[in-house]
């Protein structure tokens, strides 16, 4: 076999892996179907909102959201074209990858292929290929943007960048750091430099100009949710750095990179100036290590598999390959690294989905076993329940998504995602990513919800457990408990017990009386 068709033979043997590891978690994780509400109500009623007439900016992935929701117009569910645009983004990711190191190499070569086949091994790879999210999309805007800064073409870059921000915030970020490396690279601005910013700024300002007058603030409501506010305890900051530096030892820990780092340094450390090689090193070296103080700043994640730095394990991919080649005997070597890493993947994919695998790690970061079982079960009682509601219902969740979705309820949750009261009003008082706020009882009953779903237990016999809220409060207020049963769910039993206003006489099939 010619070494010309080896590199389509190992860059399509990386692509056939991909989706294999990617179908055994085929999963829709419940933070998707936030941006599948938003979806929806864009496709049935031309508003990107949560709750019709009431605009808050719920969701980070614009251009995600969009997307769906044009392919919701033509009768493309989300559950479907998510997954499959996610899986397309992640494949178009390997082959961009090849191209951009076939660039830095100067010259057609296998070993531009081993980065594609490190991704396809890598669990939280396959694993955010599925998902539902924005990942796979964002991740493809942003590696196109590295080759584009790697081949000099500056238009490619800032159209790649300017999509980039606006399907993730991080896009700024990963703006910020290509646009220094292409000056380190250059040294001077030149004329092609003013006409890629104005592309950039031609795409995202209109965009950042028009979600500020939608909205009504220049930033996201999850921002203001998540990174925004003050701390109830002040030494709560110093926990969310612990956490996101947890966060980043758990990534280097299991996709090995930890043993690796010596590979990696080398890699990138290795480089002739003023060649494409350097430029790419420059790349990822720079966007590594900025995005990972970053990730760490905010706490991580709280999504196990590493979700939130995805760009970073094709930064690292490329790192360890460039190492690779560099060493004596590298390509004897880069078999051995590939096949290790992937029977340590295989395990780590096993571990991430055993059903037994429910608990939090560090009580932080959820495996994808429990995330797959929690949005099936919330999916179930939205399900069961949706017949059941009245226009004018009003409801508070915990979660904003599989549940709100299915049962087409009009509510917030109590995170605050969804509201802009809780985003805006409330202190920071949990050190946990993404679960920061939390809207008190008296802010909640300001809503005059029809139900408190956010108050809730799941049990496995007819007699609830006592909630784990201020039942008291809300008893005062009119409130009782009501358990229904609802097959199929599994995390803790088929019983689902909540307050719903006794004035609003809920009855619905399933409930026990």
């Not at 000099?152 to 990963?174: C, F, N, Q, S």
């Not at 409330?426 to 779903?453: C, M, N, Q, W």
């Amino acid at each position: 076999m010619t070494s010309d068709r080896a590199r389509w033979v190992v860059l399509g043997t990386a692509a056939v892996v991909l989706v294999i590891h990617s179908l055994a978690y085929n999963f829709v994780t419940d933070d998707a179907y936030i941006s599948f509400v938003f979806s929806r109500n864009l496709a049935e009623h031309g508003q990107l909102t949560f709750n019709l007439g009431q605009p808050v900016e719920g969701y980070t992935n614009f251009l995600w959201t969009v997307v769906l929701g044009a392919l919701m117009v033509v009768g493309i569910s989300p559950e479907i074209s998510s997954r499959v645009l996610g899986t397309a983004c992640a494949l178009a990711t390997l082959y961009v990858v090849f191209r951009t190191m076939e660039r830095a190499l100067e010259r057609r070569t296998v070993w531009a292929c081993v980065p594609a086949l490190l991704l396809a091994c890598s669990s939280g790879f396959a694993c955010w290929t599925s998902g539902g999210l924005e990942t796979q999309l964002f991740t493809l805007l942003v590696v196109v943007a590295i080759d584009g800064v790697v081949a000099g073409d500056l238009r490619r870059t800032a159209i790649a960048l300017a999509l980039a921000a606006m399907t993730r915030p991080e896009g700024l970020i990963v703006a910020a750091v290509l646009g220094a490396v292409h000056l380190v690279v250059q040294r001077r601005i030149v004329r092609s430099d003013l006409v890629a910013a104005a592309w950039f700024l031609g795409i995202w300002a209109p965009w950042f100009a028009w979600r500020w007058w939608y909205y009504g603030w220049p930033f996201p409501n999850t921002y203001y949710v998540k990174a925004s506010g003050p701390w109830a305890n002040p030494a709560m900051a110093h926990e969310m750095w612990k956490h996101g530096g947890y966060y980043i030892w758990v990534w280097l820990k299991q996709t090995k990179l930890v043993y690796a780092l010596p590979l990696a340094l080398v890699g990138l450390g290795w480089v002739k100036p003023k060649t494409p090689r350097f430029t790419l090193a420059l790349a990822c070296g720079g966007l590594a290590a900025v995005y990972l103080v970053y990730a760490a700043s905010v706490g991580g994640d709280f999504m196990g598999l590493h979700r939130f730095i995805m760009p970073v394990f094709v930064c690292a991919a490329i790192a360890v390959t460039l190492g690779l080649e560099r060493i004596p005997y590298g390509r004897y070597a880069a078999p051995v690294v590939v096949l290790a890493f992937a029977i340590t993947q295989l395990l780590l994919t096993r571990q991430s989905l055993d059903p037994k695998n429910l608990g939090a790690d560090e009580g932080v970061i959820d495996t994808p076993a429990f995330l797959i079982v929690y949005t099936e079960d919330r999916a179930a009682i939205g399900r069961a329940m949706e017949s059941c509601f009245l226009p004018d219902d009003f409801s508070i969740v915990g979660g904003a998504g599989a549940q709100p979705y299915f049962g087409r309820m009009r509510g917030i949750d109590v995170f605050g995602l969804v509201s802009d009261r809780i985003a805006h009003e409330e202190p920071r008082i949990r050190a946990r990513a993404g679960h920061t706020k939390f809207g008190s009882d008296k802010l909640l009953a300001e809503y005059d919800p029809t139900f408190v779903f956010s108050c809730y237990a799941i049990h496995a016999t007819e007699t609830p457990p006592p909630l784990p809220c201020n039942v008291a409060f809300w008893t005062q207020r009119g409130y009782e408990p009501i358990t229904m049963k609802i097959p199929g769910m599994r995390q803790a039993g088929e019983y689902y017990t909540f307050l719903a206003k006794k004035a609003r006489n809920f009855q619905c099939p399933g409930r026990v009386h």
